[in-house]
């Protein structure tokens, strides 16, 4: 199986600054990542397909990047509403794996 | 617009069977699989397995064989989801979500309210 490994696991960031989240691949995997965000008590949403193709309706803030094993989720100006856990999952090969999430906190 | 809508939390005890259910609305259901994963409490997602509807065609994690059932019913646009001998360790949330293109390499873009499953005596 494809193990990703989300690092932080907590990410604590004040209202307008940029961040990012690592995602990092056991093998290479293309541009085969999605990113998904997960409030509390909600479902996930997708966020990012492709590695770096934006979603209709998710604010253009967010965006993704890389390929191969290393993969970047940026958020350009953090707001209040963007707290929540933030997940990579892979398809490049069966079963679809999820990364282990890494929680964003707002200062 | 697209929903998937999740049946009721369920409380059952060790030993016993639960099937949960996933309805789809807003699309031609037999278009795109869905998908189920597992999340435990705090914890990250695991892929249990999908079904398409266009072909009755399955697939299941590895981890989930003999344990987790996926069947449909066509007329009511629903999949189910069986898990069998049930353990504490089946204590999760269960989502479904819609596989959001027709070809591999799949992402999930639209996702159930989940099922809260409690496998307690």
Redesign the interface.
């Known amino acids: 199986d494809i193990l990703l490994t989300q690092s932080p696991a907590i990410l604590s960031v004040s209202p307008g600054e940029r961040v990012s989240f690592s995602c990092r691949a056991s093998q290479s995997i293309g541009t085969?990542i999605?990113w998904?965000q997960q409030r509390t008590n909600g479902?996930?949403?997708?966020l990012i397909?492709?590695a770096s193709e934006s979603?209709s309706g998710i604010p253009s803030r967010f965006s993704g990047s890389g390929s191969g094993t290393d993969f970047t989720l940026s958020i350009n100006s953090v707001e209040s509403e963007d707290i929540a856990d933030y997940?990579c999952?892979q398809?490049?090969s069966?079963?679809?794996?999820?990364?282990?999430?890494t929680k964003l906190e707002i200062k | 617009q697209v929903q998937l809508q999740q049946s009721g939390a369920e409380l059952v005890k060790p030993g016993a069977s639960v099937k949960m259910s996933c309805k789809a609305f807003g699309y031609t259901f037999t278009t795109y699989p869905i998908?189920w994963?597992k999340q435990n409490h705090g914890k990250?997602?695991?892929?249990i397995g999908n079904f398409h509807p266009y072909n009755d065609d399955t697939?299941y994690?590895?981890?989930f064989k003999g344990k987790a059932k996926l069947t449909v019913e066509k007329s009511s646009s629903t999949v189910y989801l069986e898990l069998s001998r049930l353990t504490s360790d089946d204590s999760a949330v269960y989502?479904c979500?819609r596989r959001?293109t027709t070809v591999?390499?799949?992402?999930?873009?639209y996702?159930?309210?989940?099922t809260t499953l409690t496998v307690s005596s």
């Not at chain 1, 479902?43 to 997708?46: A, D, G, I, T």
């Not at chain 1, 069966?94 to 999430?101: L, R, Y």
């Not at chain 2, 591999?104 to 873009?109: L, R």
Request: aromatic share 22%.
């Open positions: 085969s999605h998904y479902s996930p949403r997708l397909k492709y979603i997940y999952q398809s490049n069966w079963p679809i794996t999820f990364g282990s999430g | 998908e994963m990250s997602l695991e892929w697939k994690n590895e981890k989502y979500a959001g591999v390499a799949p992402y999930f873009d996702w159930g309210q989940g």
